[in-house]
């Protein structure tokens, strides 16, 4: 109710995150958003677009491309981008491959989620931006949730979680160097299920892969993958088909899916509610790595 | 939404009250717990340890403390909470700040078999001075005094007494055992002479919408929208409520408006914008606002000052606050010079003891210190407004974040009357041109020749030169740095002056100094006044050769020191709005120059 000034958990949410998106775009000089097609970062687009209003977003997405790619998500990945108006700018790992800056991995589970990083910095460096949007949340993992919303990266890219500048208020510290830059997190404080209730209430679309909808898939290490062309079937493992949606979206290779009957973001809402099990432990094998395996990556400069 | 920053050390167990917390609501999910399992079976502990859950750095679980500030989140059938647990180690005090200042209410963790401890006390006043007005008491390990009402009894009268002193308006307590999980989320068995209800459900009714401030309307000025045919000014609403209609005036000009529309994120209209909406407002008058400015009532305004009281808390071990260092303030959407004037005492946050005799802040300390800003900064007193209150200081050395401030109420004598009269009902609008240079430069020819002109053409002005005043506003000062930098800084506020009341101010004055010339050139921008910085640059050996009053000659011959341009320097203009030179030809020719610029939209 507007009479009691007060306001519910999402629009407190969606206030908050696009203050910081208007702090950013006023004392940077050349912000890029992160997009990966996955529903935070359509989320975090679909903010900075009403951050602006009537204006365009004033900065362009950045999209760090493995080369793994579910084709639904690139397909929408360039609807996105052409129905907002902004700049695609994309920094592929494949172009790291193939001047040996990176090396690709090896093996039926070959992925080229830490290759990313390489590729990520190389892209905010190649286009001298200055800061760069993340759609990371705390409640995602505990290394980020010792994340601050502007997250400072030195000249190689790195987190120190030791040596965070503290951050009070509503007043951001962005100071830094050149070659320096600053991770801005405007989703910090939002949970998964904050995510999709607001989907549901501002009508955002997604890939289709984040609704139910029948597929090849395989079980691999306490997961379902989905049968894509980059998966290489191990010895015992067959593929069958099944009704699943993705919870989180990234690198083919290590993003596992769920078994669902949900096809609306109403009955995600209720599927995710219930869930006893984060999305990251669900789906992601990158995190697996072990239980500092989120932290390792964010100190080299990961996402 | 509730925010609330918890604090006690790990032998109180907070850890395990907040895992409690968030594994009784089903907060915590299926593999977070197992992996708390298979660490705590790895460290041989019997139980999980729940403490494990809010540890996220290696070095944390490592070491068994927590290093960092760490979000969680839990959302109740009722209510979103965001607890920020803020660790009770090393940089304690850092910690609790960074997390009370943005929480509604404070948990306080007390272990029952020691009572209150000096470090509750300390977090009690942290949170007090952080404006959190509710404040948890949990009586933790109540079964280890046998679940005694006697106990809990003398600790909360303890509390109480020492609460007095505080500015609390709602104290709770709350006997638990977080190991057991009584009365955290359900209400214990064990203790039936407690009345009150599980922490949790406190947690959830507690009421917080009532401690924002919905009376002051402020709306600083965080980013200006520009579209085809529009221009809006978006901001975070800070205090008070604003509606369409409404009149208002952008402070620090003055310039008086009405509200014509105000929008939410994506075009949504709003009726009422109260904090914290981020809107969008569109004012009836095309106004010049920009990021940093404050829209607010006309009979309703906040403080406009450059003297501003706080209390300070220190936050790094690379450095300590000391008088007369520099730093930039970050305040609202502005961010301004600020020199460390003076620490007033640093307090004793265990015995809330002044010391007036300190001459510095570390790490963890907190005090009262006066500072000056560069510009003026438009504010309330942070018991008034968290958000018009609050800055932080940043190192331009190493570009960290060194202090958290919280201004206190300006003294009665030092408060800005405001004016009736805005700026667009003068007749003229006024500016301030500065010419700076050698002496015996052609400062005051060319300065009396743009005077004459301006005057001709029926445009107010007034020149002010440097030479004419040392005879009486300036008459107490020498030629020392600090008398060259106050007669630079008097001149510049008798310029301002003139300009505000719609004249245009010639100033002629050698002021060989860059940085007095930019704060005065940053007191006129701040205040919506045009200042044009004239460089006359006439070479010194022309100069000497003019002399026409003898000065160089003295100085040669040692009769004056610290003459400019003989042994005392001049420091060049960086970025002169104009330049003037011998070439550029008589007087008259350059006061042409002088006023084609003047003239110019």
Redesign the interface.
Known sequence: MTTAYELSPVRALEAESVHVLREVAATFERPALLFSGGKDSVVLLHLAAKAFWPAPVPFPVLHVDTGHNFDEVLEFRDRAVARFGVRLVVAAVQDDIDAGRAVEETGPRASRNRLQTITLLRGIAENGFDAAFGGARRDEEKARAKERVFSFRDEYGQWDPRNQRPELWNLYNGAHRKGEHIRVFPLSNWTELDIWRYIAAERIELPSLYYAHRRPVVHRDGMLLARTRFITLLEGEESFEASVRFRTVGDATCTGCVESTATTAESVITEVAASRITERGATRADDRISEAGMEDRKKEGYF | ?LRLATAGSVDDGKSTLIGRLLHDSKAI????LA?VER?SRARGEDEPNLAL???????E?EQGIT???????L?TPKR?I?IADTPGHVQYT??M??GA??ADLALILVDARKGIVEQSRRHAFIASLLGVSHLVLCVNKMDLVDWSAERFAEIREEFRRFAMKLTVTDLAFVPVSALHGDNVVQRSANMPWYEGTSLLHHLEEVHV?SD?N?IDARLPV??V???QG?RGY???VAGG?LKPGDEVVVLPAGFPSRIREI?G???EPV??A?P???V?VRLDDELDVA?GDLICRPHNRPHVGQDIDAMVCW?TERSTLTPGARY?M??T?RSVRAQVHDLTYRIDVNTLHRDEAAESLSLNEIGRVRLRTQAPLLFDSYRRN??TG???L?D?AT???VA?GMITEPSASVVWHPTAVGRADRATRGMTVWLTGLSASGKSTVAAELERRLVLAGRPAYRLDGDNLRHGLNAGLGFSPQDRAENVRRVGEVAQLFAVAGLVAVVSLISPYRADRDLVRARHVAAGLDFLEVFVDTPVDVCEARDPKGMYARARAGEITGFTGVDDPYEVPAEPALVLRPEDGDPAAMAAKVLALLDRP
């Open positions: 939404m999910f299926a593999d977070q992996a660490t859950l809010t540890d996220g750095l290696r070095a679980r290093i960092d500030v760490a979000y969680r989140y959302v979103k965001i850092r910690n700040v960074t200042s943005t919408a924002r919905l965080q980013y929208i520009r579209a529009f978006a901001g975070t409520v929008w994120p994506g075009g009726d009422e109260f914290p909406q981020a969008t990021r936050l930039t970050r305040h959407t968290r958000s609050s800055f932080i940043v331009d570009n960290n974040t958290a």
